[in-house]
């Protein structure tokens, strides 16, 4: 009987010790990192290793990717798997992000090739007589001729990569331009294995198809640089841009990874870059203005002939235009959106004020120089300065009270193609506004002026050609004279006219016209 009951006992025992045993649950195996076995790196690449290059680049593609996407140098083991496609793989490699073909070419060939780039489709050769697609790749027929080896033929990989938003194929610079990107996300890799190809006496050519551009974007033909820094950077030695509206044309001597990159002509740096050299040109037109207006006071005190000639409150006047609008300029700058909308309002007015007052005093300065200098005879106007006065600051007040009644002041802002803010300062608010008051009323004062100054040009011209026998420096004097005459009446803010043209028209345009009175 006590046989029995210990036999049961046992039984329920070990049924329980089963029982236990089976509920376990066996821990998880944690998912393995693929970006992260590419820490170590195999003497021969093998089938894992080529794996987690695609499965890391998968993972890294996408915005808020991991920040340890970008410590994983991932450009460099991606140009390790071009090289392994090269070496060890024949034909093609077809994956939602990469489209490559690998194909033998004899280096003897009589033709160029040309092959196709479409983002959706792998890359393939394009024959004779076939229509040449909107995003292609050619390779002269002395490419081939000039690569080392004397190998009769060669294996040509052609890969077109969707790095997707991320941060892969980036580079530092370009992570810290903001508005910058790939166009369209897509790289261009071409190679012939591991051994470099440089300095190319024919270069190839890829065409890169697009929409067209802002006028304040400007693309630039790229290739990625393995020495530049640990991870690589874009660069654009070797490369040259042939721009067109919806098509660009890079030429490269070299073969490596490409892209077209697409960056705005006022960036965060480059507006702060043009903001501070304007501040230190204001700054010191500023000292000139004060000397200048002190001069003119002192020489009206002591001498009687300055008070009764006009010229000089003329170009006192502008010079006092020109003084309140510097100062305007840096209130409005240094406050930026830190003043109360108010505030913010009042700046706006004065600073629209003061750059009406120094367009209109440019204006009558150029009639003044029309009166003088063309017309001559019949020029007596009674009450001549307070007329031009009454014009000179009654004018821009007018306007301004307009504009202020439609409420068209307030926080104006700089930005860039994905609409970040690159710079505040208390300005229109509103565009039509803008173009009405300030780039209307501009044109016209600068239309005039221009015509004046080419009138008195050709006057002063043909004066010197008549008398360049009595006086050799007299052409010379002519050019000096035209120059100053064309500051007076603000000819250097038509450079404004060429400011689409590039980033190096925009500086030049703050530059002179900070200092126009210097």
């Known amino acids: 009987m006590e046989t029995a009951k210990g036999l049961r006992s046992l039984l329920l025992l070990l049924l329980a010790t089963n029982g236990a045993k089976s509920s376990t649950v066996p821990e998880k195996e944690e998912p393995r990192n693929a970006c992260k076995s590419l820490l170590n790196k195999p003497a021969q690449p093998d089938n894992y290793y080529l794996k987690d290059i695609i499965q890391c680049l998968a993972d890294c593609r996408q915005v808020g990717s991991s920040d340890s996407c970008t410590s994983w140098n991932l450009e460099r083991h991606w140009l390790y798997y071009e090289s392994y496609l090269v070496e060890n793989s024949m034909g093609t490699v077809d994956r939602p992000f990469v489209k490559s073909l690998i194909q033998n070419i004899s280096t003897d060939t009589s033709e160029d090739l040309l092959f196709s780039l479409k983002p959706s489709q792998i890359p393939n050769q394009v024959m004779e007589g076939e229509d040449k697609p909107s995003d292609r790749v050619w390779l002269p ?67 890169f198809s697009h929409h067209r551009h802002p006028p304040n974007m400007t693309l630039t033909c790229v290739f990625w ?24 044309v890079c030429r490269c001597d070299h073969l490596t990874f490409f892209a077209l990159l697409l960056r705005p002509v006022l960036d965060r740096a480059t507006v702060m870059v043009l903001t501070r050299i304007s501040q230190a ?13 002190t001069l003119y006071i002192v020489l009206r005190l002591s001498l009687r002939r300055f008070k009764s000639e006009d010229a000089p409150k003329i170009h006192m006047s502008l010079s006092s235009s020109l003084f309140f609008l ?9 406050s930026g959106s ?97 173009y009405a008051t300030v780039h209307g009323y501009f044109f016209i004062t600068f239309l005039f002026g221009a015509v004046v100054l080419a009138l008195v040009s050709w006057k002063i011209f043909t004066l010197s050609s008549v008398t360049a026998n009595k006086e ?47």
Not at 282 to 292: E, N, W
């Open 326 to 334: 510097n100062l305007a300029f840096l209130v409005s700058v240094g």
């Open 225 to 248: 640089d393995i020495t530049k820094g640990p991870t690589g950077d874009w660069a654009s030695r070797g490369c040259s841009t042939q721009l067109g509206a919806e098509q660009t």
């Open 141 to 207: 027929k002395s490419f081939f001729g000039s690569l080392p080896g004397n190998r009769p033929m060669v294996r040509l990989a052609v890969t077109v990569l969707d790095i997707g938003s991320g941060n892969i194929f980036k580079g530092p610079r370009l992570l810290q331009e903001e508005g910058s990107s790939v166009l369209n996300n897509h790289v261009v890799g071409l190679s012939v294995g591991q051994a470099p190809v440089t300095g190319l006496s024919e270069p190839l050519e890829i065409t």
């Open 338 to 434: 830190q003043a109360p909308s108010v505030a913010c309002w009042i700046q706006g007015a004065v600073f629209h004020y003061c750059l009406l007052c120094t367009f209109t005093w440019m204006g009558l300065e150029a009639l003044h120089l029309y009166l003088l200098s063309i017309r001559v005879f019949n020029t007596y106007f009674g009450h001549y300065f307070l007329k031009l006065s009454l014009l000179g600051w009654g004018l821009p007040a007018l306007v301004v009270i307009g504009a202020g009644s439609a409420n068209s002041y307030g926080l104006y802002a700089v930005r860039d193609q994905e609409n970040r803010t690159s710079l505040e300062l208390c300005w229109f608010q509103k565009e039509p506004a803008l």
């Open 281 to 293: 040109g204001c700054g010191v037109s500023m000292i000139f203005l004060i000397f200048a207006i």
């Open 472 to 518: 050799k420096r007299q052409n010379w004097k002519a050019v000096l004279t035209v120059l100053g005459l064309s500051s007076l009446v603000g000819m250097t803010w038509g450079l404004a006219i060429l400011t689409p043209l590039g980033l190096s028209t925009i500086y030049i345009f703050a530059f002179f016209n900070s200092l126009q009175d210097v």
